[in-house]
C-alpha cells in the first residue's frame, strides 16, 4: 500500500510539472490567450524541465559579483598559493603562507567580493594569523590592518583595470 500510494505521488507530481494533462492532445493545448497562471493571476514565469540542460540563448551570461573586483583580487592574492577560489560565491581561500621577513608566521587570506558595483563595500578581505611556538602552528587571530590595506589594494588594482579596458575601448 505505501508503494502504490507513493507511486501515486511521485505520478502526480511529474505530471503536474509536464503541463499537460492527461489524456489531452499536445496540439489542442497552444492557447495563444492563456492569461497566466491560475493560482496567481500573473503571467507565467519560472523553469521549464525540458529546458534544463539545454544551450542558454541569453548569451548576456556573467558573474554574480563585480568582474573587475573579481579579477583585481586574483591578482593582489597572486603572491599567495590558492587553496579554493568559488567564481559564483565571489570568495578566494589562499593557503597558509610565511612572508620571507617573517619566518614564524604565517597568514591566510580569505577575500570576498560582495557585490556587482565596483564600491568600497563590495569587497571583504580577512587576514588570519599563525605564530610558529616550538614547532607548532598556533592560532594568533586576525589582522584587521593588513585585511584593510589589502582591501584597499585590491580597489586600486580594480580602478586601474577599468581605466586600461576604457583606454583600449576608445583606441
Known amino acids: 500500500m505505501t508503494r502504490f500510494a507513493l507511486f501515486l505521488l511521485i505520478s502526480l507530481s511529474l505530471s503536474a510539472c509536464s ?10 493545448q497552444d492557447n495563444s490567450d492563456d492569461t497566466g497562471s491560475f493560482l ?4 507565467k514565469a519560472g523553469i521549464v524541465i525540458s ?17 573587475l573586483l573579481w579579477r583585481a583580487s586574483l591578482d ?12 559564483f560565491g565571489g570568495s578566494i581561500l589562499t593557503e597558509w603562507y610565511s612572508l620571507p621577513d ?8 580569505a577575500i570576498f567580493v560582495l557585490d556587482r558595483e565596483l564600491r568600497s563595500d563590495a569587497i571583504r578581505v580577512l ?23 589589502l582591501e584597499e589594494l585590491i580597489l586600486t588594482r580594480a580602478r586601474e583595470i577599468r581605466a586600461a579596458i576604457q583606454v583600449e575601448s576608445e583606441g
Open 127 to 149: 587576514v588570519y594569523l599563525q605564530r610558529n611556538d616550538n614547532g607548532a602552528w598556533v592560532d594568533a587571530g586576525q589582522d584587521t590592518a593588513m585585511g584593510l590595506r
Open 40 to 43: 496567481t493571476g500573473k503571467d
Open 76 to 87: 593582489i592574492a597572486s603572491f599567495v598559493p590558492l587553496a579554493d577560489v568559488d567564481t
Open 51 to 67: 529546458d534544463i540542460g539545454s544551450p542558454k540563448s541569453d548569451t548576456g551570461a556573467s558573474l554574480p559579483v563585480n568582474a
Open 19 to 28: 503541463g499537460l494533462e492527461l489524456g489531452e492532445n499536445t496540439a489542442a
Open 102 to 109: 617573517r619566518p614564524n608566521e604565517r597568514l591566510k587570506l
